[in-house]
């Protein structure tokens, strides 16, 4: 019962800002907005989150519109270390859950 | 720090055989998750630990599916018997405590193949 909708996959260039959609429309006022990603082989890495303002930390910045239905996720300058699924998550306040969707496959291309 | 350990990273067994995996979390970390993963979708949680007790194992199959973490540190994953679906990477996670913005630090998993 996933939360939220992401495209399934989208290529970028690499050294150019890729710009990772989610809508969450159903979000509710004490759900926070998480971003993972999946590299090959590997668990999922915490990118971000985010309640209602806009947060850049060293991996990635977070813009979650006003009306917080949906967010973006951006990263800066893509890397082909970059490659990996992009999982946007909803998560309520003081709950431990993660329940993750499908993703977005992102390929960085040379 | 070292992360999430997992072991083994790799396991082929056939259908109704048993088969374990071990996890070692992140020193300090009190709270431990078991996570499934079926090719092609997101990690689904199985089971949560808080130190050596079960805060929820609400989609664990339990009648094949058991869990421990004796002594609040290191956890096991047992399946007996293994079915076809069982083919999964199952992922071990910790985190410092359980609260919503606590975050989870992934092992690099363990692929198992039933034939």
């Known amino acids: 019962d996933a939360k939220t909708t992401q495209p399934t996959s989208m290529d970028c260039a690499e050294g150019r800002a890729a710009n990772l959609p989610c809508n969450h429309s159903t979000i509710s006022g004490n759900e926070y907005v998480y971003w993972y990603r999946q590299i090959h082989s590997q668990g999922p890495q915490y990118i971000i989150h985010?309640?209602?303002n806009n947060e850049t930390n060293e991996m990635a910045s977070l813009i979650i519109t006003e009306d917080r239905k949906s967010s973006t996720l951006i990263l800066p300058h893509a890397t082909l270390r970059d490659t990996a699924v992009y999982y946007c998550?909803?998560?309520?306040?003081?709950?431990?859950?993660?329940?993750f969707g499908a993703g977005t496959t992102v390929t960085v291309r040379a | 720090e070292a992360g999430v350990a997992q072991s083994p990273r790799y396991k082929i067994i056939e259908k109704r055989q048993s088969v374990a995996f071990w996890c070692n979390p992140i020193?300090?970390?009190?709270?431990l998750y078991w996570y499934q993963q079926i090719l092609g979708q997101g990690p689904k949680l199985l089971i949560q630990?808080?130190?050596?007790?079960?805060?929820?194992d609400s989609q664990l199959p339990k009648d094949r599916f058991s869990a421990e973490r004796l002594k609040g540190v290191d956890s096991t994953l047992k399946i007996q018997p293994a079915k076809l679906e069982d083919s999964a990477v199952y992922l071990c996670?910790?985190?410092?405590?359980?609260?919503?913005?606590?975050?989870?630090?992934f092992g690099p998993g363990t692929r198992l193949t039933v034939l």
């Open positions: 630990f808080q130190n050596n007790g079960v805060v929820d």
């Open positions: 985010g309640l209602k």
């Open positions: 020193s300090g970390h009190a709270t």
């Open positions: 998550i909803v998560r309520v306040m003081n709950d431990y859950k993660l329940s």
């Open positions: 996670a910790s985190s410092q405590s359980f609260t919503s913005t606590d975050t989870q630090y």
